[in-house]
C-alpha cells in the first residue's frame, strides 16, 4: 500500500469523526506528504559569502549583500509557488507580509521582535535542477548562532539534509570555524550531508593547493569524515544587477542529486508513515476516550473525575514540590561550581605563565589565549556540566517515580472501582486512558511548527518523534522529552563557554598594545588574566542561568502537557454524544486498524 | 579443628584427583581463621597511604609515595611488627627499617618494579586486624605498569570486597566515574570512603550528597542496587590523632565509624564460614554416597550387565561433551566476530582521536606557538583529553560486548549444570572440576582458602563457579585492565626541546604513534581477554576428553576385577563399610 493510500484511510476516519483539532492535524499531513520539503543549510563565518551564493543560484540578487558583514538574522529562502513574496516570521510565532524594502533593512538590521526572515519565490527561473520545495537557509556568523539564534541549533540545523559550510579563501578556517565545526558533528542527522565550500578563490587555484589543502584538512580532521569540497572562484559583479552572481554549478548539482535521491525519498517516506500512524493513534485515542465516557452511569463518571482531578493534584505536586525547588538548588550549585571553575583556570593560566621565562612575552601571551585558557575553560566546564547532567538525571529519577506512582495508583482505582460494573474493553480504555495520546504528541508538533506556518518540521524530528509516540508510556516520554532538552542544555553550555572566553583574549591582548618592561609584563599578564576571567564568568553565569531556566520550563512543560490531557478528558460531555454514531465509530477505529495491519 | 574418624580418608579415597578430603579440612580450617582481604583502591592523590597509617596507627606507608605506589602492600596481623618484601622468583626478605619500604614500593626508586617484588607484607599487631582483616594498598591505576599490573589485577579478580577512596572537594569528576564503574563492576562489594581535608561541614555535606548521587547513577548503570552510605573519614587527622596521641582529634575523624563498619563484617565471618563449611562437606558427602552407591550396585551386576552399565554411562558423557563442544564452538565464533568487531572499532576511535590531535596541536601552531616547551605541553594537554575521550567511548563499547559474551557464557553454564542433573558421570566430572578452579586460586598470592573474595560470593549469592566463573571473572576484568593500559599509555614525551620552530611534518610521527597506541591498548585489552577465555574453555573441554580417557581405562578394570570373585566380595565388604562411616559421621558431627 502506498503512501498516499494509507493516508487516505486514516483521512476517511478523520473524516468522520469530524474533530476539529484531527481535521487541521490531517490537513497538514496531507499538505507535507504531497510536498515534502528539504532543507539545505548554508553555515560559515560572517563575510564567507553565503547570501552571494544563494544569489548565485536564484540569478539575482534577491539577498542583501556588501562588503560588510550584511546578514543580521536567518533567512529562510523557500522555492515554491510563483511569485516572489516576504514575510517577517517573530518570535511569538506572528508572521507579517513584508516589502522589499522593509525585508533589506531587517536583514541587515534585525529588530527584536524578528525571529527570522523568509522569501518565497519561484523555483522556476533556476535552470537545470529541480528544486521544488527546496528550503535554503543563509545565517548570520557562529557567535550570534550561539547566543542570539538557539533556534538554529535546536531546530534547523538537526533538520537539515544538507549543511554547506562556506570558508572564504584568503582567510582560512579561523578560531570560530575551528569551534563551529567541532560542534556541528553533535547537531547533525546521522543521514545529513555536510559539504564544504571554499569560496571566491582566486582564479585557475586547484585542489592541489596548498591553501585549498590546508582548509580541507582542518575540516577533515574536526568532522572525522571525508567530505564533498567545492572550490567556488572570485567572481566579478554581474552586469545588469551589479552583485556578483557566482554559478557554483558542481555544487548545485551536488545538491540536487542528494535531494532528488531515491535514498532520500526513502528517508522521507518512512517518516511520513510514521505520521500517518499517528494520525490514527490520535482518532484512536480520541474515539476510545469518549466511548468510554458515553459508556458510564452518571454517577460512575462523577467518581471517574475525582480519579482524574486526584491525578491532575499529584501531577502539580511534582512540579512544585520537586522539580522547582531541585532547580533552584541545581542552579545555585552551578553557579557555585562556575565560580570554582574560575578560580581553577585561574590557577592554571597563572601557572603556565609562571613557567616561562622572562623574555618570551609575546611567545605566552599567544600561548595562554590559544591554549592554556581556552583548554582550561573547556576541561573545567566539562566538570560543570557533569554535575548538572548527574543532578538533573537524578532528579529525572524522582519525577519518573512520582509519575509512575501516580498513574498506577489511577489504574488501580480504576479497576477496583469498575470491577463489576463495566466490560473490560471499556475498562481497559479506561485504565489505558492516561496514556499520553497525541494531543501532546503530533499535535503539538504540528502546531508548533506546521501549525505557526513557519518550518523545521523535518524528517528528523519525525523520526524521533515517532520513537516517543510509540514509547507513550508517560515515563518514557518524559525522560526522552527531558533527556533531549538536557542535551542540548550541555552542549549549548559548552559552547557559550568557549565563545565567552574572546572577553578574556580581549582583555589580555591589550597587553600587547602597551610595551613593558621584562621585569613587569608578567604580572601585567597575570593581572589582565584575572580581570578577563572576572568578565567571562559575569557574561557566562547569566546565559548558564537561562538555559537551567529554561530546561526547567521543559520539565514543568512536559508534566504541564499530562496535566492538559487529563483536562481534555474531563471536558467530555456525555450528554452532546450520540451513542449510536459513537458505537458506528468505535467499529470504523477498529476496520482501519485492521486496514492499516496494525493490529 | 579436624575431620572426625576416616571421613577426610574415604572423601580423598573416592574423588580421584579432587581430593575432597584434603578440601574439607581445608573448609574446616579456614574458618577457625577467617581472613578478610580488602584491597584499598583510589586514584591519584586522594589520599589512600595516609589512610592505611591512620588505620595501623604508624606512619609506615610513605605518603608522598601515593602517586607512586608500584607494588602491592598486604596489612595483616601478627603478634610481631614486621614488613616483608615478596618477590616473584626468590623467597622474601625482611625489612629492618620501615622508612626502607620506599625502596620497593615507590616507582621512583623501583622504576617499573624493575627488582621484582611480586608484593610487601607488613604485619602488625592491631586489634581492627586480629579478626582476619588483611588491607592491600594496591597501585593506583594511574601508575600500573607492566610488571605489577599483572599482580594487581590478580587481587582485583580474585576478591570480593574491596575500600574505594573518593574525593570531597572537588566532588567525584568524569574520569573518575569511568575508573569507579569499571572497579565495581570488577566487584560484588564497595564500600565507598570519603576522606576529608578540612573543608567545611556544609561542603562536606554537600559533597557526599552529591558524591551518593553519582554512586546511584553509576550503580543504575551497572545493575547494582544496594548501595552502601559514603563513609567520611578524615584520615590525615585520624593519622595524626593516633600517632601524636590527641584522642580528641582521632575520634572526631570517623575512622572508627569506617572500622566498625568493615568489622561488621568480619566478626560473623567465622559463623558463615563455617555454615558455608558444613554445606560443602554434606555436598561432598553426598555425592561420595552416591558414588559408592553406584560401586556398589556395579560390584552385585552380571558381568553382562556390568559392561552394558558402563558403555552406557560412557556414551552418555561423550554424547554430552559434544554438545558442550558445539555451545564452545559457538562461544569461539562470537568472540572471532567480536575479535573483528573491535579491530574496526579500535581503529575507528584511534583515527577519530588522532584527527583531534592534530586539528588541535596544529591550531596551537597555526596560531604561533612554536616555542618547544609550550608546545609541548599544549600536545600533552590535547593528547591527555584525547585519551580521555578515547576511554569514555571504550569502555562503553567494552561495557556492550562483555554483556553478550557473558551471556553466551550463562548459556553454557546453564547447559552444563543440567548436564551435571541428569547424568551421573557428568556430575561427577564437573563438581571436581568446579573444585580443582576453586583450589587454584591460592597460586600466586597468598589467598588461604576460604579468606578469598569468590568463596564468599558463592557462599553468599550463588554466584556462578566453576570454569564459567572463571571467565566471567575474567571477562569483568575488560574494562578495567583497558583503562589501566590507556592511562599506563599516555605518552608524556617531549616533542621537540626548545626548537625555535616545530613544524607540523615534524609532529606527524608523534600524532602517528599516538594513534597506533590507542589503537594497540584497545584491540590488545579485547585479545587478551579473548585469549584467556579461550584458554579456560579449552583447558575445561580438555579435561572432558582425559575423563573419558580415564573413564575408559577404569571402567576396563572394573570388568577386569569383576571376573575375580573374591576380590569381588571383598570390596563389596568395604564400600558398604565406607558408606557406614559417611553416614554416621554425618548423623553425629563432622569434626572436633
Known amino acids: 500500500m502506498g503512501l498516499m493510500e494509507r493516508y487516505e484511510i486514516v483521512n476517511n476516519l478523520v473524516e468522520e469523526i469530524d474533530n476539529k483539532d484531527l481535521k487541521t492535524l490531517s490537513k497538514f499531513l496531507k499538505a507535507r506528504i504531497s510536498k515534502p520539503d528539504s532543507y539545505v543549510m548554508f553555515l560559515g563565518e560572517t563575510s564567507s559569502g553565503k547570501s552571494s551564493l544563494i544569489n548565485g543560484l536564484l540569478g539575482m540578487p534577491t539577498l542583501p549583500v556588501s562588503a560588510t558583514p550584511t546578514t543580521g538574522t536567518i533567512t529562510e529562502v523557500v522555492l515554491s509557488g510563483d511569485q516572489t513574496s516576504y514575510y517577517a516570521i517573530n518570535k511569538d510565532a506572528t508572521m507579517e507580509v513584508i516589502d522589499d524594502n522593509l525585508f533589506d533593512t531587517l536583514a541587515k538590521k534585525p529588530d527584536n521582535q524578528l ?69 556541528l558533528n553533535d547537531l547533525i542527522r546521522e543521514d ?43 567572481c566579478k559583479e554581474d552586469e545588469t544587477y551589479g552583485y556578483p552572481l557566482p554559478e557554483a554549478k558542481e555544487l548545485w548539482s551536488f545538491i540536487n542529486e ?85 578560580n581553577w583556570i585561574e590557577e592554571r593560566t597563572i601557572d603556565a605563565i609562571e613557567r616561562q621565562g622572562t623574555s618570551k612575552m609575546d611567545e605566552t601571551i599567544t600561548y595562554v589565549n590559544i591554549h592554556a585558557l581556552p583548554f582550561a575553560t573547556k576541561e573545567e566546564i566539562k566538570e560543570v ?36 460494573h463495566l466490560d473490560k474493553a471499556t475498562k481497559n480504555i479506561i485504565g489505558n486512558m492516561m496514556e499520553n495520546g497525541l494531543k501532546s504528541g503530533l499535535l503539538k508538533f504540528f502546531a508548533k511548527y506546521g501549525g505557526a506556518g513557519g518550518s523545521g518540521a523535518g524528517v528528523a524530528n519525525a523520526a524521533s518523534h515517532y520513537l516517543k509516540v510509540v514509547g507513550d508510556l508517560f515515563g518514557k516520554t518524559f525522560k526522552r522529552e527531558t533527556h533531549n532538552a538536557l542535551k542540548h542544555t550541555l552542549k549549548k553550555i559548552g559552547a557559550t563557554s568557549v565563545k565567552s572566553l574572546a572577553v578574556v583574549a580581549a582583555v589580555i591582548v591589550e597587553v600587547l598594545m602597551v610595551v613593558y618592561e621584562y621585569a613587569r609584563w608578567k604580572s601585567k599578564l597575570k593581572k589582565s588574566v584575572k580581570k578577563g576571567l572576572d568578565k567571562w564568568l559575569s557574561e557566562i553565569k547569566p546565559l548558564v542561568e537561562k538555559d537551567l531556566l529554561d530546561l526547567k520550563a521543559v520539565n514543568i512543560q512536559t508534566v504541564t502537557e499530562l496535566i492538559e490531557d487529563v483536562k481534555s478528558k474531563m471536558e467530555i460531555n456525555p450528554e452532546l454524544e450520540d451513542a449510536k454514531k459513537l458505537n458506528e465509530l468505535f467499529t470504523r477505529v477498529n476496520e482501519t486498524k485492521e486496514r492499516l495491519g496494525l493490529i | 579443628m579436624i575431620l572426625v574418624g576416616k571421613v577426610k580418608d574415604i572423601l580423598n579415597k573416592y574423588s580421584g584427583n579432587a581430593l575432597y578430603g584434603d578440601l574439607s579440612q581445608k573448609f574446616v580450617d579456614s574458618a577457625e581463621s577467617p581472613e578478610l582481604i580488602v584491597p584499598v583502591i583510589g586514584m591519584q592523590g586522594m589520599g589512600k597511604s595516609t589512610l592505611l597509617n591512620a588505620i595501623i596507627g604508624e606512619n609506615i606507608l610513605p605518603n608522598e609515595a601515593d602517586e607512586t ?31 626502607d619500604l620506599k625502596l620497593y614500593v615507590d616507582n621512583n626508586y623501583n622504576p617499573g618494579n624493575q627488582l621484582g617484588v611480586s608484593h610487601i607484607v607488613v604485619v602488625k599487631k592491631h586489634r581492627f586486624l586480629e579478626s582476619g582483616l588483611v588491607l592491600v594498598d594496591l597501585p593506583g591505576v594511574g601508575s600500573l605498569t607492566k610488571n605489577n599490573q599483572e599482580t594487581t589485577m590478580r587481587y582485583i579478580k580474585n576478591l570480593c570486597f ?170 569461539q565464533l562470537l568472540l572471532k566476530k567480536t575479535s573483528r568487531e573491535i579491530k574496526t572499532f579500535s581503529m575507528r576511535i584511534a583515527r577519530e582521536q588522532k584527527e583531534n590531535l592534530r586539528v ?145 611534518s615534524e609532529i606527524e610521527p608523534y600524532i602517528e604513534s599516538f594513534y597506533n597506541t590507542i589503537r594497540a591498548v584497545i584491540l590488545d585489552n579485547y585479545k587478551s581477554i579473548e585469549a584467556d577465555v579461550t584458554n579456560v574453555m579449552d583447558e575445561y573441554l580438555n579435561s572432558r576428553k582425559e575423563y573419558i580417557n580415564s573413564l575408559k581405562a577404569e571402567n576396563a578394570q572394573k570388568i577386569q576385577r569383576a571376573y575375580n570373585e573374591t576380590e569381588s566380595d571383598l570390596r563389596l565388604k568395604e564400600l558398604k563399610f565406607d558408606l557406614e562411616s559417611l553416614k554416621k559421621a554425618e548423623g553425629e558431627k563432622l569434626w572436633d
Open chain 1, 385 to 420: 556540566n557533569y554535575y548538572i547532567e548527574t543532578e538533573v538525571n537524578a532528579l529525572d529519577r524522582r519525577v519518573l517515580d512520582m509519575l509512575n506512582t501516580a498513574i498506577a495508583k489511577f489504574q488501580k482505582d480504576v479497576s477496583i472501582r469498575y470491577e463489576h
Open chain 1, 192 to 234: 545529513a550531508k555536510v559539504v564544504l565550500v571554499v569560496n571566491r578563490c582566486p582564479q585557475n587555484v586547484q585542489m592541489d593547493s596548498p591553501r585549498i589543502m590546508e582548509i580541507v584538512g582542518y575540516a577533515k580532521d574536526l568532522l572525522h569524515s571525508e567530505l564533498p569540497v567545492f572550490l567556488v572562484p572570485e
Open chain 1, 115 to 183: 525571529e527570522r526572515l523568509r522569501i518565497h519565490t519561484s523555483a522556476k527561473n533556476i535552470k537545470n535542477f529541480r528544486f521544488d520545495n527546496l528550503k535554503l537557509f543563509d545565517t548570520p556568523g557562529y557567535g550570534s548562532l550561539i547566543s542570539e539564534h538557539d533556534i538554529v541549533l535546536k531546530e534547523f540545523i538537526p533538520n537539515s539534509d544538507v549543511v554547506v559550510y562556506t570558508v572564504a579563501y584568503k582567510i582560512g578556517i579561523q578560531e570560530n570555524d575551528y569551534a563551529f565545526l567541532a560542534f
Open chain 2, 360 to 504: 588541535g596541536i596544529y591550531h596551537v601552531i597555526d596560531c604561533g606557538v612554536v616555542d618547544g616547551d609550550q608546545l609541548t605541553q599544549a600536545f600533552v594537554d590535547i593528547q591527555n583529553g584525547c585519551v580521555n575521550d578515547a576511554i569514555e567511548q571504550t569502555f562503553d563499547k567494552m561495557d556492550g560486548v562483555m554483556t553478550e559474551i557473558r551471556n553466551k557464557l550463562e548459556e553454557i553454564n546453564l547447559l552444563i549444570s543440567r548436564e551435571s542433573e541428569a547424568n551421573y558421570e557428568s556430575m561427577i566430572f564437573n563438581n571436581s572440576e568446579a573444585f580443582k578452579f576453586e583450589k587454584g586460586l591460592d597460586i600466586g598470592i597468598k589467598l588461604v582458602g576460604a579468606g578469598g573474595g569468590i568463596w564468599v560470593g558463592a557462599a553468599v549469592g550463588g554466584a556462578i563457579g566453576g570454569p564459567i566463573g572463571v571467565a566471567v571473572g575474567i571477562l569483568a576484568m575488560l574494562s578495567v585492565s583497558a583503562i589501566s593500559s590507556f592511562l599506563g599509555s599516555t605518552t608524556k614525551k617531549e616533542i621537540v626541546k626548545a626548537r625555535a620552530r616545530t613544524t607540523k
Open chain 2, 162 to 331: 574491596a575500600i574505594m577512596i573518593i574525593p570531597t572537594v572537588p566532588t567525584i569528576r568524569r574520569m573518575e566515574e569511568i575508573f569507579i564503574k569499571s572497579v565495581w563492576k570488577a566487584f560484588s562489594k564497595v564500600i565507598f570512603v570519603q576522606n576529608i581535608f578540612g573543608e567545611s561541614k556544609r561542603e562536606v555535606m554537600e559533597s557526599i550528597d552529591f558524591n551518593q548521587k553519582v554512586l546511584s547513577d553509576i550503580g543504575q548503570q551497572i545493575n547494582i542496587s544496594e548501595i552502601d552510605p559514603i563513609i567520611a573519614v578524615n584520615a590525615y587527622d585520624a593519622a595524626y590523632g593516633i600517632i601524636h596521641k590527641h584522642n580528641d582529634m582521632y575520634e572526631k575523624s570517623n575512622l572508627n565509624g569506617l572500622l566498625n563498619h568493615l568489622d561488621s563484617y568480619t566478626s560473623d565471618r567465622r559463623e558463615i564460614l563455617l555454615a558455608y563449611a558444613k554445606q560443602h562437606i554434606g555436598e561432598f558427602i553426598t555425592e561420595i554416597k552416591t558414588k559408592i552407591n553406584k560401586l556398589i550396585e556395579e560390584n552385585q551386576m552380571s558381568i553382562d550387565e556390568l559392561q552394558r552399565s558402563l558403555d552406557e554411562n560412557e556414551l552418555e558423557f561423550k554424547q554430552s561433551t559434544e554438545k558442550i563442544e558445539l555451545e564452545v564452538e559457538e562461544l
Open chain 2, 69 to 99: 605506589t608500584c607494588v602491592p602492600v598486604e596489612i595483616r596481623f601478627g603478634e610481631e611488627t614486621r614488613i616483608e618484601v615478596h618477590f616473584t622468583s626468590k623467597p622474601f626478605e625482611l625489612l629492618n627499617e620501615h622508612k
Open chain 1, 258 to 342: 542528494l535531494i532528488n535521491s531515491e535514498n532520500h525519498k526513502e528517508i522521507l517516506n518512512r517518516a511520513f508513515n510514521h505520521y500517518v500512524i499517528d494520525l490514527f493513534r490520535a482518532c484512536e485515542n480520541h474515539v476510545n476516550s469518549r466511548f468510554a465516557m458515553v459508556n458510564m452511569s452518571n454517577e460512575e463518571r462523577l467518581l471517574l473525575m475525582k480519579d482524574f482531578q486526584q491525578l491532575i493534584d499529584s501531577y502539580q505536586n511534582v512540579i512544585d514540590d520537586e522539580i522547582i525547588p531541585s532547580f533552584a538548588q541545581i542552579i545555585d550549585g552551578t553557579m557555585k561550581r562556575l565560580d570554582d571553575a574560575r
